[in-house]
């Protein structure tokens, strides 16, 4: 039966997004080599092994995908801190309390985000570092995720004592200069894992609202860090094929995985490739690359041939969650 009309559009958009992963897959790894603010269209499209002409139908121009790839970062981030605190207050806390207080919330939210730039160092300069560089857009991106720090922080003027709250604009200071610590770290490429910084970050961050007491305590806990799980670029399964998984090649895997030891023509008219010519080129080159085989007789004895996928074959479209 020929690939549905869904079955199609589907495979295609996934193409068209794997493309488009590959790209700010490697604004990111061209950021932890050095930065991007002089990165050219060329040199993030020959890193992501994507054409110019499908980067310019995914992205405007190179601000336009730097000013993607920094959201895209600031989202990864948001999320890995909102849902470490929320694991955190619906595990409870030890000891019987049933849920974690503001200084748990707050370290658990830092120790996450400085856990998290340990690990993509390529993301934690373009948070950073890169990011804020990429014009009024990611600027007001910025602006927007400093604010709700700031509102996260300002709950602790509820922890102070009546009468010894910090002034308003305390918690807004507070994350600049938590924000400005990190800043230089990474400007100077400090060997040492960001996340030895929390109880000295923490011990900053409550002591206007808690006092010197509660500072020292936080300064002297045990730091501990959990490996954080967050939504990566996938690695790409197509990087080191001879050839280019374009939109009708998808299609012709997509319809091949659909009804395997379909002939030449049965694959043709389920592609909607009506040159024969053309059908005859792709498929050799799909089975010369080792993503298709031939399981018929074949035509030198007078028989059509039978397509099905190899092993490899099978891998890209699992990779791509068609099969």
């Not at 891998?315 to 099969?323: D, N, P, S």
Request: net charge neutral; with cysteine.
């Amino acid at each position: 039966m020929p690939a549905t009309q869904n079955g199609v559009s589907r495979q295609g958009a996934h193409v068209i997004e794997m493309q488009r992963r590959r790209l700010l897959g490697a604004v990111v790894e061209l950021a932890c080599e050095g930065g991007v603010q002089a990165v050219s269209v060329a040199t993030i499209c020959a890193r992501a092994g994507v054409s110019r002409r499908t980067f310019y139908d995914l992205f405007a121009d190179r601000d336009d995908c730097l000013q993607v790839a920094f959201q895209d970062a600031v989202d990864t981030a948001r999320n890995a801190v909102v849902q470490a605190v929320r694991d955190q207050y619906d595990q409870g806390m030890p000891g019987g309390q049933k849920a974690p207080g503001w200084t748990d919330s707050v370290r658990t939210g830092l120790s996450t985000l400085l856990s998290l730039l340990d690990q993509e160092p390529g993301m934690a300069r373009l948070l950073i570092l890169d990011g804020p560089g990429f014009g009024p857009k990611a600027l007001e991106v910025r602006g927007r995720v400093l604010a709700e720090a700031a509102l996260a922080i300002d709950r602790g003027r509820a922890e102070a004592k009546a009468g010894r709250e910090p002034p308003p604009l305390t918690a807004e200071g507070t994350v600049g200069a938590v924000l400005s610590v990190i800043h230089t770290r990474l400007l100077q490429n400090d060997p040492h894992p960001l996340t030895q910084l929390t109880g000295s970050l923490m011990a900053l961050i409550v002591h206007p609202y808690l006092g010197a007491a509660a500072a020292r305590r936080e300064l002297d806990r045990d730091v501990h860090v959990e490996p954080i799980r967050v939504r990566k670029l996938p690695a790409d399964p197509f990087k080191d094929l001879p050839i280019r998984l374009t939109y009708r090649t998808a299609l012709v895997l997509s319809s091949i995985a659909q009804s395997p030891g379909s002939s030449s023509r049965q694959v043709a008219d389920a592609s909607g490739i009506t040159d024969p010519g053309q059908i005859s080129r792709l498929l050799t080159r799909l089975r010369t690359t080792g993503l298709i085989q031939d399981d018929g007789i074949g035509p030198t004895k007078g028989m059509a041939r039978a397509w099905s996928l190899t092993e490899r074959g099978e891998g890209v479209l699992q990779a791509t969650g068609q099969v």
